[in-house]
């Protein structure tokens, strides 16, 4: 319970940051994510859902890989993580 009070707090500070050119600098990968879900997540629900993917021209197949837990939404980390993958991936030139 407390590991998940926490993730929520880091989780609505990283949410609320805006992808700034600092975060961008610095974090790239971090400023894709926020931007990202602010992009895509109109309901402003801070998870995507497949309709807002769908609606942002992705396709489903590409959301339910992101969806890790299968359970409908895209979070934060499930998204952070698939841009990691995709940045290893063209690091290592796949
Ligand atoms: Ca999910």
Redesign the pocket.
């Known amino acids: 319970m407390k590991n998940a009070t926490l993730v929520a707090a880091m989780l609505a500070v990283t949410l609320t940051a805006t992808a700034s050119p600092a975060l961008a600098k610095k974090r790239p990968i971090v400023a894709a994510t926020v931007k990202t879900i602010q992009k895509v997540d109109t309901d402003n629900s801070r998870t995507i859902s497949a309709s807002e993917f769908s609606a942002a021209g992705g396709a489903d197949t590409t959301f339910a890989k992101i969806?890790?837990?299968a359970?409908g939404?895209?979070?934060f980390f499930?998204l952070l993580m698939a841009y990691v993958y995709k940045a290893l991936a063209a690091r290592a030139g796949n």
């Open positions: 969806d890790a837990n359970n939404q895209i979070g499930e």
